[in-house]
């Protein structure tokens, strides 16, 4: 399994912007596919983006499409995942994910970041 670290959270006001980075700490993502996730209190985990290891495959939530970009920097071995536009129905705790392939299904990935706190203000 990959260790993953994610960083780049905070509280932002809406319409501002913030960039996440999820870095692997134990072992590349180079071949991987890495998915990012938020969970807001009382909800479930839902997927959000998700990129494939060549980063020919992206695939968006209806939700954030046009405001969110996913991206990777494999010689980092670091996914980032730029938000714009920040709504506070955005406010979660985000977590990425590894796996081979990418999924929108929170079931299909075993390596899991710790998350970071995305906190929207109106």
């Known amino acids: 399994q990959v260790q993953l670290v994610e960083s780049g959270g905070g509280l932002v006001q809406a319409g501002g912007s913030l960039r996440l980075s999820c870095v692997a700490s134990t072992r590349t993502i180079t071949m991987y596919g890495v998915g990012w996730f938020r969970q807001a209190p009382g909800k479930e985990r839902e997927f959000v983006a998700a990129?494939?290891?060549?980063?020919?495959?992206?695939d968006y939530a209806d939700s954030v499409k046009g405001r969110f970009t996913i991206s990777r920097d494999n010689a980092k071995n670091t996914v980032y995942l730029q938000m714009t536009s920040l709504k506070p129905e955005d406010t979660a705790a985000y977590y990425c994910?590894?796996?081979?392939?990418?999924?929108?299904?929170?079931?299909?990935?075993?390596?899991w970041g710790q998350g970071t706190q995305v906190t929207v203000s109106s």
């Open positions: 994910a590894a796996r081979p392939g990418i999924s929108r299904s929170t079931s299909d990935y075993k390596s």
């Open positions: 990129i494939s290891w060549n980063t020919v495959v992206t």
